[in-house]
């Protein structure tokens, strides 16, 4: 019995292991792979206590289906089978009466899956089942190395929400069978893994190490498989704290903080010519199953927009003929356009703001890309989306930046009470920020023109340096920020005033002044683009202490406001420049070999007052290193995720030790946000520095070994910059 609603994907698990002899290489190729693909039917979806009623598994070698080994059988559970399982999978006591009871399939099933790789739809549900199951038949069990098709396949389009079997086999033209038979859904299963291949080499992930790492970017749905249990031993109880919890938070609709437009936009834009009749325009929303077509101008620019709304109005009025009456005619226009890597939120807040049901989603050159509408979004809608997503956008003035900035702890609060993990509540954070500073440039700019300064004497872009360059602000961070324009040196005292006067909004907001002075405000942190280059050059040839400081808050930068191509310009140049300086990078690799981890001699957290300082201790180096071998590489990538990813596919980093530094990175956001809110609450000022002791007992096991990892991981990385 398997619920796809409630059955989330996701990858190997804590709780046992293949002995290592036994493993199956992680170099080995997708298209070589032993594999067996398993499917179990249940009495129940608790995987800790409810028992198999069926067994079904096929052996595969690559993308081909074995006929051996094979398994069909059904399976005495030994206890009633409830009603509302049959049915789904109309197994009954009856017709499992006689059945071998699961302690009789042990050996043969283990011997079915000898050194092969199981794979399987939200396969972690299957071997928790397992796991539990060979527990109360007294039988040892180690967990084989398994690949999910619905982890993988949600990687490969990240703006798949349904991951179900049936909505997988109907993605890759797979038939089913016969749907909840055990043997029959482990035969598709099979199919769909087959049809990935060749999909995951496009991807260029080609081989078991590189897919386990690929599918663990679903990290939302490995959360909810641990909250479910299905990585626990048996007689573990998952998710039970060792220390007192924290407050309850209030909870929202995670769903429009975790996902990007460019996850779920509907692509390809589909566009009708100007003189495109009515008619026409509701025969093409007819066949693709749209409610909106832009209608072609100016490239990149569309003229306008029409909807079935426009259409239906259009019907109602016995003046316009359908077959006669353009496009052009009941078009709205200008068409409301955001960039794909805006989050839902802010899409939802800008349409509630602007009375409009669809958005265009344009790439960095203003190219449509895909659309969203409101009604596609509807259901995943929370109120706290309307009134943070667009209250930034629509700041006149300080105190309303302010008020907007300040509904973002309740934000990450909620988040968090909704099991989000603190990676993706720093996105948002850092998002609010982005946005936060480019709309107090803009409040700058048009303060200082309406005061008698005049306009910019030329083109300028604000940059936003550090973790909301890369996306990874919690909620201590202060200002970071720079600026470049394409002006002489003599239009310095404009920009002067813009920089000054976005710090005091910005401070005014809520956002501190940055305590080294990483401003706009301050001449070293603006300048026109040729001032920049001779300043990274410095950088690059001097690479004192202080050029080094400078330099790893500076190639986080993402532009946010004004003309974001001069920011685009001169963050690829700086990066082109620091590839091509070995010495710089050993510099930057050295400084992060001086940094040491919290961990004492015997595995205890080093504290001072209590509280370990798991940002200077813990994120900064790992976000150091991952930053150097980005720069190595080339990389143009900010997030620590990206440029360790980035590293991998240029071989400076294994999938194994990327994936483990990305779980590491992702863990200690969760441990600092956490902290940050119950200061907040407490009326103490957020930090990097966690409270050991209310940190669970486990949870301090796990920071260590974590803490252990990062410096051994950290150790090899250091000396592979240099080679």
């Not at 009856?94 to 079915?112: M, Q, T, Y």
């Not at 226009?333 to 344009?362: F, N, Q, S």
């Not at 070995?582 to 007052?609: N, Y």
């Amino acid at each position: 019995m398997k619920s796809p609603a409630t059955k989330p994907g996701g990858v190997r698990g804590r709780a046992s292991s293949i002995p290592p002899a036994h493993r199956v290489p992680s170099h080995t190729a997708l298209a070589a792979l032993p594999v067996i693909a398993l499917d179990l039917e249940t009495t129940g979806l608790d995987a800790a206590n409810d028992r198999i009623v069926q067994i079904g598994a096929v052996a595969m070698h690559g993308r081909v289906v074995r006929s051996a080994p094979r398994i069909d059988t059904c399976v005495d559970p030994g206890v009633p089978i409830p009603a509302e399982s049959t049915r789904i999978h109309g197994l009954t006591d009856s017709r499992v009466a006689g059945a071998p009871r699961f302690a009789e399939l042990i050996e043969p099933l283990r011997e079915a899956l000898g050194t092969r790789v199981v794979v399987g739809q939200h396969i972690r549900f299957d071997l928790a089942v397992l796991r539990h199951e060979a527990a109360r038949a007294g039988a040892p069990w180690s967990d084989p190395p398994a690949l999910d098709v619905a982890h993988l396949a949600g990687a490969l389009d990240r703006r798949l929400v349904d991951l179900g079997l049936e909505s997988l086999a109907a993605r890759f033209g797979i038939r089913i069978e016969a749907r909840h038979n055990a043997l029959g859904d482990a035969l598709t299963a099979a199919g769909i893994f087959a049809a990935l291949i060749p999909k995951l080499r496009e991807a260029d992930v080609r081989t078991l190490g590189e897919a386990e790492a690929f599918a663990a970017r679903r990290t939302e749905l490995v959360r909810r498989e641990v909250e479910a249990g299905w990585h626990a031993a048996p007689g573990d109880a998952p998710g039970a704290p060792d220390a007192p919890p924290p407050p309850a938070l209030a909870r929202i609709d995670s769903f429009l903080y975790q996902r990007r437009l460019d996850e779920v936009m509907a692509a390809p834009v589909r566009t009708i010519r100007p003189e495109g009749t009515l008619r026409e325009a509701a025969r093409v929303m007819s066949e693709h199953r749209i409610g909106a077509l832009l209608v072609a101008g100016d490239d990149p620019q569309p003229a306008g927009i029409v909807t079935e709304r426009d259409l239906l109005r259009a019907a109602a009025d016995p003046r316009i003929d359908p077959d006669g009456a353009a496009v052009t005619s009941v078009m709205s226009a200008p068409v409301r356009t955001m960039r794909g890597e805006e989050m839902l939120y802010r899409a939802l807040g800008r349409m509630d703001r602007l009375g409009v049901r669809h958005l265009c989603i344009a790439d960095a050159s203003g190219v449509p890309v895909g659309m969203v509408s409101q009604r596609d979004l509807l259901h995943h809608r929370a109120s706290a989306a309307a009134e943070l997503g667009d209250a930034v956008a629509c700041a006149g003035d300080g105190a309303a930046l302010a008020a907007a900035h300040s509904r973002l702890t309740g934000v990450a609060a909620g988040l968090v009470a909704e099991g989000v993990t603190g990676a993706t509540a720093a996105r948002v954070v850092s998002n609010e920020i982005r946005a936060l500073t480019g709309r107090a440039a803009a409040i700058a700019a048009a303060e200082l023109e309406a005061e008698g300064h005049g306009p910019a004497p030329a083109p300028w872009c604000v940059l936003v340096l550090g973790s909301g360059g890369r996306g990874e602000s919690l909620l201590s961070a202060d200002q970071d920020n720079a600026l470049v324009h394409a002006g002489a040196e003599e239009d310095d005292n404009w920009f002067a005033a813009l920089g000054s006067r976005l710090a005091d909004l910005l401070d005014e907001a809520g956002v501190r002044r940055c305590r080294g002075g990483i401003m706009a405000s301050n001449r070293e942190w603006r300048g026109n683009v040729r001032a920049w280059r001779e300043r990274v050059d410095g950088w690059l040839r001097r690479s004192t202490p202080d050029d080094l400081l400078h330099v790893d808050i500076f190639y986080d930068l993402v532009p946010v406001a004004g003309a974001l191509g001069l920011g685009r310009e001169l963050h690829a140049a700086a990066v082109e420049a620091a590839q091509g300086s070995r010495a710089f990078i050993a510099s930057l690799a050295e400084s992060v070999a001086a940094m040491t981890m919290p961990v004492g001699l015997f595995g205890q957290l080093r504290t001072h007052d209590g509280r370990v300082d798991l940002k200077l201790g813990g994120l900064l180096p790992l976000v150091g290193i991952a930053r150097t071998l980005a720069l190595r590489v080339g990389s143009p990538a900010r997030s620590t995720p990206e440029r360790l990813q980035d590293a991998g596919a240029a071989g400076r980093v294994s999938p194994a030790d990327g994936a483990a530094l990305v779980r590491i990175h992702g863990s200690l956001l969760t441990l600092i946000l956490r902290q940050q809110l119950e200061d907040l609450s407490a009326g103490v000022p957020p930090s990097g520095r966690v409270a050991a002791g209310r940190l669970a007992r486990s949870e301090q096991r796990s920071l260590v070994r974590d803490l252990r990892v990062l410096d051994d991981t950290l150790g090899v990385l250091r000396s592979s910059v240099a080679r």
